[in-house]
């Protein structure tokens, strides 16, 4: 679905990516693990164009490089940033509405905020709430509810769980998975290496830009490396 050939990225004298080759096959959830500054957002910001970059990425067999985000989205792609972003002064409502921005089928984003709300049903007891007045684990629910708006193929999400309690986090576990189950295809960057590691079918580790590491989530979660580095083992 996704694959990304010699990808650099530079802001200034820093070169955050360095020519990393990665895929994403249709059907599978993808992550990448790495410390702070490994070069893991940068990667996301790139497929979405946010971010100056040289090489390939190809998306459903098409060159997105240097396509607007907004076609991007318009394709099928869509992210979680880091730190949530909704709009503090929306309520739960618009900022779905919003998430469909590239769509003018109404009776279908009705029917997918109507998804949303299974998904979280928190979120439906709230929808006429201002975004900026939730719990944390409620922004990140609302986050996730936005992007799913645009009707993705493929979903990246950047540190889901990042701030939440331990019980939260596994909320958000459960629900990448129940999305997967809906056929979405899913790139994760989380620090919570253990989880992500356990619902990955690949993954990949990034050190200073570079891929130090890759393969399957189950090979990570043994690699004595990857303990040491990531999992708080010795």
């Known amino acids: ?14 070169h955050a990516v360095r020519g990393i080759d990665m895929s994403v096959p249709q059907g599978s959830i993808i992550t990448l693990i790495g410390a702070n500054g490994a ?9 979405c164009n946010l971010v100056k970059k040289s090489g390939t990425i190809s998306f459903m067999g098409e060159d997105i490089s240097r396509l607007p985000t907004r076609e991007i989205v318009k394709r099928g792609v869509s992210m979680v940033p880091e730190g949530r972003r909704v709009f503090a002064d929306l309520t739960i409502y618009e900022n ?3 998430g469909a921005y590239t769509r003018k089928d109404e009776s279908g984003i009705k029917n997918d905020i109507e998804w949303v709300y299974s998904l979280f049903p928190r979120l439906k007891e709230r929808e ?7 719990s944390g684990g409620e922004q990140q629910m609302l986050a996730v509810g936005r992007a799913l708006m645009s009707r993705p193929k493929l979903l990246m999400m950047d540190e889901p769980s990042l701030g939440l309690a331990p019980l939260l986090v ?3 576990f459960k629900i990448i998975q129940k999305i997967h189950e809906e056929g979405v295809t899913i790139l994760l960057i989380e620090q919570n290496a253990r989880m992500a590691l356990k619902v990955a079918d690949y993954a990949y580790v ?5 891929i130090a590491l890759s393969g399957s989530g189950q090979e990570l979660l043994q690699n004595q490396e990857v303990t040491r580095a990531y999992l708080g083992g010795v």
């Open 39 to 47: 070069g893991k957002s940068s990667t996301l910001r790139a497929i």
């Open 128 to 134: 006429k709430q201002l975004a900026g007045t939730l």
């Open 96 to 98: 779905l509405v919003l």
């Open 170 to 172: 596994r909320d958000v």
């Open 1 to 14: 679905m996704l694959e990304i050939k010699d990808l650099n990225v530079r802001y200034g004298g820093i």
């Open 206 to 210: 990034l050190e200073t830009g570079a």
